[in-house]
Every structure is written in structure tokens, then in C-alpha cells.
């Protein structure tokens, strides 16, 4: 069995590939469900990860509706990962109404060339999972991350079994809470691969800042939060 990791950090990853992980998802940011990590920390990994690193291409946090300008910025994303040598894209794109955007998926697929592509966990948000399956067989993706549309793939195994008998040429990679505990559910279960990223959190500072930099009313899945036109010029107004 595939054992994929998801590394939010360098640190990360070379923990991945210690432990002896056989494949490193690379991202950035995993309270927000990840997003393509800095060309830094991509050069850092090509100089100091030797087994496979698959890259997310998401530009954003929120939905998995894209604008023309943030398709692009992925699309560009895509190109410097081929062109850096990596060995897979992670990504995709939704309508606003929850079925799969075929002809921007098929752009991004497109764009990875050679490279593997896991449609990634937007999969879990699809209204109709098993003619999406079918939809992205067609469009030649290798693997898609699902927790089955529950909360852990644990609690999705059902749905997440059944698109595994009925897939014929894309891997199921079960993702979401999967560890030490419960792996040899999926492995007995017949997945050729599971995700996880097994963190642990580290605390790094002495002392308690006083304000915190998070922001949780930021957090919202059904669109994204954009500086807008109207407020900003009433503010350079003020002062100009």
C-alpha cells in the first residue's frame, strides 16, 4: 500500500521521507485545507527530497470555483512544477453549483503533461460522487483524495469502498484522518493507497502573544473574502 504524506513544511517532508513515507504531498497551510506552497519552499524540497513530491495547485483557500485570473496564476503553477522536475499536480475545479468544472479540470490535467494528477479533496463537496468517478476517469486522472464525503474516511468507507470497486483506471486514495489506529482498515479494505499528513503540534515560542494573528470569521467555504473597491476608496478618500 501507497503511503502518500502530506507535508505542510520542509521539516515535514523530510520527516515523510524519513519515517519512510513512498510519496510526499506538498502543500502550505493545512487549517485551510492547504494551498500551493512558495516557490522557496518548492526549491528547498528539490534540493533535499529524494522520493516522489506531488505539488497542490489551489491559489486559495474557500470554494474550488475559480476565477479567469486565479486559473491562470494556477495554470502558471502547474507549468513551473514541470518545469522544476516534479512528479505530480494535486488539484481541480468545481462549478458554483458542486458538479465538476470537465472543461478546466481537463486544462489542468492538460497542463501536467507526464506528470501524475490527483483530483483532490473538492471530490468530497461533488453532488453525484460516481458520475464524477466516470467523468474523471475520462479525463485521465490517476487518483482522487476522498474521505468519502464524511468527516474521516473512516466514517466514509462505505462510499468510499464502493468507488473503489466501481473505479477502473483511477486509484481511490482514502485521506482524512487516517492513522495509526485504523490504516489497516483500508489496507484489508483493498486501497492501493492512503493519505495523511501525521502532525503533531509543536509549540515554538516562550511566551504567549498578547493578540493572536488568526482570524476565524476568514474561514468560509462557500466563497472567498475580497478587498473591495467601495471600502477602499472611502479610506484613500479620507486621506488623500
Not at 528547498?44 to 483557500?61: D, F
Not at 453549483?97 to 501524475?116: F, H, I, N, Q, Y
Not at 485521506?175 to 489506529?181: I, K
Request: proline letters at 3%; glycine letters at 8%.
Amino acid at each position: 500500500m501507497l503511503v502518500e504524506v502530506c507535508a505542510n513544511s520542509l521539516q515535514s517532508a523530510l520527516n515523510a521521507e524519513k519515517c519512510g513515507a513512498d510519496r510526499i504531498e506538498l502543500c502550505s497551510e493545512l487549517a485551510v485545507g492547504g494551498i500551493t506552497p512558495s516557490y522557496g519552499l518548492l526549491k528547498a524540497i528539490k534540493g533535499q527530497i529524494n522520493i516522489p513530491v506531488h505539488v497542490l495547485i489551489r491559489p486559495r483557500s474557500g470554494d474550488f470555483s475559480y476565477t479567469d485570473g486565479e486559473f491562470d496564476i494556477m495554470l502558471m503553477n502547474i507549468a513551473l512544477c514541470v518545469k522544476m522536475g516534479f512528479d505530480g499536480i494535486v488539484s481541480g475545479v468545481l462549478n458554483t453549483d458542486l458538479t465538476l468544472d470537465v472543461e478546466r479540470t481537463k486544462k489542468l490535467v492538460d497542463a501536467s503533461g507526464d506528470l501524475k494528477f490527483t483530483f483532490h479533496r473538492a471530490f468530497d463537496w461533488v453532488l453525484n460522487p460516481t458520475e464524477t468517478l466516470k467523468q474523471l476517469e475520462d479525463l485521465g486522472v490517476d487518483y482522487i483524495l476522498s474521505s468519502g464525503q464524511k468527516k474521516s474516511a473512516l466514517e466514509g468507507i462505505g462510499l468510499l469502498s464502493e468507488l473503489n470497486r466501481q473505479a477502473s483506471s483511477c486509484i481511490i486514495m482514502p485521506g482524512s484522518g487516517v492513522t495509526a489506529d485504523n490504516v489497516h482498515q483500508f489496507k484489508i479494505g483493498g486501497f492501493l493507497a492512503v493519505h495523511l499528513s501525521g502532525t503533531v503540534y509543536e509549540k515554538r515560542l516562550n511566551a504567549t502573544p498578547h493578540i493572536s494573528m488568526n482570524t476565524p470569521s476568514f474561514l468560509r467555504d462557500e466563497g472567498v473574502f475580497v478587498s473591495n473597491v467601495d471600502v477602499l476608496r472611502k479610506v484613500v478618500k479620507e486621506v488623500k
